[in-house]
């Protein structure tokens, strides 16, 4: 069942967006070469603590993994896409890497995720980056009551072909706000005017992942997804509102 947000509530899941966008805006300020993913998640940890907010990961055991999640973002380099684990890896030029993060404030959650460039990068990169960002962007332009879960996917999918890349299967957005997954899954590949209709209190984290040559998938013994043929992966997220006066980006 998809839990409707009254306007209240999705005042206070912008209010977690809000924390959550600082502490993103900060990470990302922060990853240069050299700096290890653990300082990230540390640096991730210590920020949400001093908002009074929670990191929404910590402790949470995701669909398809065998534990519960021990850190506070997710931190996966080139050819992984999400859930990697924050090590003591330094940041290498040419990386390219993705920062996923969650917030708890006030029983209130909120999800969102950033791919940056490291250093130089290739233009392969940059192309893949730049696909996976406008993807999301377009989304969220088309999330308007009276839409549909197949329109989001379509014009993902459809962005994904327009830069020559790949939009992966298997791993998908959610519905959140009063736990950090909730009704409906989000795919991002659909039919234009198929699936559940956008209705205002719906409260959404869309997420493209972009690969360069493969839409399939493969889980990591250390329980993160990578892609199949190990080429680089792009991934952008952010927690909207569907509102009676269109879209609201909660993350920013
Ligand atoms: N943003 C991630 C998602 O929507 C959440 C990661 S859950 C974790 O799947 F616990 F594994 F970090
Ligand atoms: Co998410």
């Known amino acids: ?5 009254s306007p209240e509530d999705i005042e206070k899941i912008s209010a977690s967006g809000k924390i959550l966008s600082e502490v993103l805006g900060k990470l990302s300020e922060k990853a240069k070469i050299g700096v290890s993913l653990k300082s990230l998640n540390d640096m991730a ?7 009074g907010a929670q990191p929404a990961f910590l402790g949470y055991r995701p669909e398809g993994a065998s534990r519960p999640y021990l850190a506070s973002i997710c931190a996966s380099v080139n050819n992984v896409i999400v859930h990697g684990f924050p090590t003591d890896y330094k940041l290498k030029e040419g990386d390219i890497l993705k920062i996923d993060f969650g917030v708890k404030y006030k029983n209130f959650y909120s999800d969102a995720a950033i791919t940056i460039g490291i250093g130089e990068i290739s233009e392969i990169s940059k192309n893949l980056i730049k696909a996976a960002k406008e993807a999301l962007d377009q989304a969220i332009k088309i999330s308007v009551s009276g839409n549909t879960l197949g329109d989001i996917g379509y014009i993902i999918s459809k962005t994904a072909k327009k830069y020559g890349v790949r939009a992966v299967k298997g791993l998908t957005g959610h519905g959140i706000g009063y736990t950090l997954h909730e009704e409906p899954i ?67």
């Open 45 to 51: 940890y210590s920020l949400a603590k001093e908002f």
């Open 186 to 252: 989000i795919h991002n590949f659909g039919e234009k005017g198929k699936g559940i209709k956008l209705k205002p209190g719906m409260v959404l984290a869309i997420e493209p992942m972009f690969a360069v040559s493969t839409d399939k998938v493969v889980q990591k013994t250390d329980e993160s997804w990578a892609t199949s043929d190990n080429s680089l992966s792009a991934h952008f997220e952010h927690t909207v509102a569907i509102t009676e006066d269109g879209c609201r980006i909660l993350t920013n």
């Open 1 to 5: 069942m998809i839990k409707l947000k």
